[in-house]
């Protein structure tokens, strides 16, 4: 089985809510890079106070930031038996980037060790999903208020937290994030499916049937 897992698709597209399941069966950590970049803010870090401003315009960061970040992270040991990216690479300058990585860690290569997961998903579905989408800020529980509303409206069934809505996901963000992932982030699926590590999901079904797939689609390879 591979060992590293990269999630693509656009945004809204279901990759959070799999990537964790995920990351919970096969014991791997589950590195979200948004999530990262946010944590970086609220930190008030250098980089954070770089990132946020392409953040709040729904456009990528720069580069040597999201490397920065994910390098630190990838050398973490618990990295050390495979993990989950989520979120990144978002270009195949990104993807170029990873490889460089990976292979100055030496752990895991992009191209024998690594299956990228296209979710393939309708666009006119991803707004809505994305402005109905809540979260949870302690635990990181994803919510949709339309699909899969929290037991007691805005608060966490895990842990009863208060759920935000984050700042990006307003509907003129949402639009701006849309053409962001229409130009950078596509042309990736060419790219990894010259490379032969690329596999397809539909998108636009239940939770539970998305995992069915994508269980069939990692333990069978
Ligand atoms: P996400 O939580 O994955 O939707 O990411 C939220 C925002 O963080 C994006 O709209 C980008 O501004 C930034 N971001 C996340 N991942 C990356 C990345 N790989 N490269 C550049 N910017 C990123």
């Not at 809540?134 to 937290?161: A, F, W």
Request: negative net charge; aromatic residues 8%.
């Amino acid at each position: 089985m591979k060992k590293v897992f990269i999630f693509l698709g656009p945004p809204g597209s279901g990759k959070g809510t799999q990537t964790s399941r995920l990351a919970d069966k096969l014991s791997i950590p589950h590195i979200d890079t948004g999530a990262l970049l946010r944590k970086n803010i609220q930190d008030e870090t250098e980089l954070g106070i770089v990132a946020k401003g392409f953040i709040d315009k729904g456009q990528l960061v720069p580069l040597y930031v999201v490397s920065n970040v994910i390098k630190e992270r990838l050398l973490k040991d618990d990295c050390a038996q495979g993990y989950i990216l989520d979120g990144f690479p978002r270009s195949v300058e990104q993807a170029e980037a990873l490889k460089d990585i990976m292979d100055e860690i030496g752990t895991f290569d992009l191209k024998e060790d690594t299956m990228a997961i296209y979710f393939d998903i309708d666009n006119e579905e991803l707004i809505h999903r994305l402005v109905n989408r809540r979260s949870c800020p302690k635990c990181g529980t994803i919510y949709n208020l339309i699909s899969n509303p929290p037991k007691i409206m805005d608060y966490c069934d895990i842990c009863d937290t208060k759920l935000t809505l984050r700042k990006d996901d307003n509907e003129e963000t949402a639009r701006a994030r849309f053409v962001t992932y229409e130009n950078e982030t596509a042309p990736l699926y060419e790219y990894f499916k010259q490379l032969g590590i690329l596999k397809e999901i539909k998108a636009d079904k239940p939770i539970i049937e998305i995992w069915e797939e994508l269980k069939a689609i990692i333990f069978d390879e």
